[in-house]
T-cell receptor, first 107, second 114 residues
Framework: DAKTTQPPSMDCAEGRAANLPCNHS???????VYWYRQIHSQGPQYIIH???NNETNEMASLIITEDRKSSTLILPHATLRDTAVYYCIVRVGDMRFGAGTRLTVKP | GAVVSQHPSRVICKSGTSVKIECRSLDFQATTMFWYRQFPKQSLMLMAT?????????EQGVEKDKFLINHASLTLSTLTVTSAHPEDSSFYICSAKTIWDEQYFGPGTRLTVT
């Protein structure tokens, strides 16, 4: 019962912005959009979350469409250390992970 | 952000033995903790939700008698894999939820059953 759809993989050049899309067309009004990432053999790391407004923090920006059916995570200046699997999750309760997007940042 | 630790970070045990994994919230109290399992090249799968002072809620297909969860305090939850078999070899990850509904993950425990 996947609630989000993400591309399985993406590449990005070092120093460029990485834009990771996520579709969540069945999102409910009280569900937040969360983004986590997992670097190989580590626990997931929180990146950002939002409800309907765009959000920005020191790691990334989150752009949520007005109908809330999709969102984009933006890493403004990707580095090699941003290579990871990125998970988009919609939740109001427990956190359930989909397949995520494997982002590879290349020199 | 809040810190969640796990111990041990990796463990090797023999088939038929039991192994306990600890999950601690270091700088906050967590009334709810979660246990996940991740097989190679797969995503995290939620195994169970653990509430302090009550019985854990297991996801469908997860054997509660095999994966014993104890959440005896607001900062500690333990997962015991009983009578481990090679197919239980996996990466086990816990997470803890703050009172503000934020969820932080531990670094994971790699279990290898020989």
């Amino acid at each position: 019962d996947a609630k989000t759809t993400q591309p399985p993989s993406m590449d990005c050049a070092e120093g460029r912005a990485a834009n990771l899309p996520c579709n969540h067309s069945t999102i409910s009004g009280n569900e937040y959009v969360y983004w986590y990432r997992q670097i190989h053999s580590q626990g997931p790391q929180y990146i950002i979350h939002g409800l309907k407004n765009n959000e920005t923090n020191e790691m990334a920006s989150l752009i949520i469409t007005e109908d809330r059916k999709s969102s984009t995570l933006i890493l403004p200046h990707a580095t090699l250390r941003d290579t990871a699997v990125y998970y988009c999750i919609v939740r109001v309760g427990d956190m359930r992970f989909g397949a995520g997007t494997r982002l590879t940042v290349k020199p | 952000g809040a810190v969640v630790s796990q111990h041990p970070s990796r463990v090797i045990c023999k088939s038929g033995t039991s192994v306990k994994i600890e999950c601690r919230s270091l700088d906050f109290q967590a009334t709810t903790m979660f246990w996940y399992r991740q097989f190679p090249k797969q995503s995290l799968m939620l195994m169970a939700t653990s509430n302090e002072g009550s019985k854990a809620t297991y996801e469908q297909g997860v054997e509660k008698d095999k994966f014993l969860i104890n959440h005896a305090s607001l900062t500690l939850s333990t997962l015991t894999v009983t009578s481990a078999h090679p197919e239980d070899s996996s990466f086990y990850i816990c997470s803890a939820k703050t009172i503000w509904d934020e969820q932080y993950f531990g670094p994971g425990t790699r279990l290898t059953v020989t």
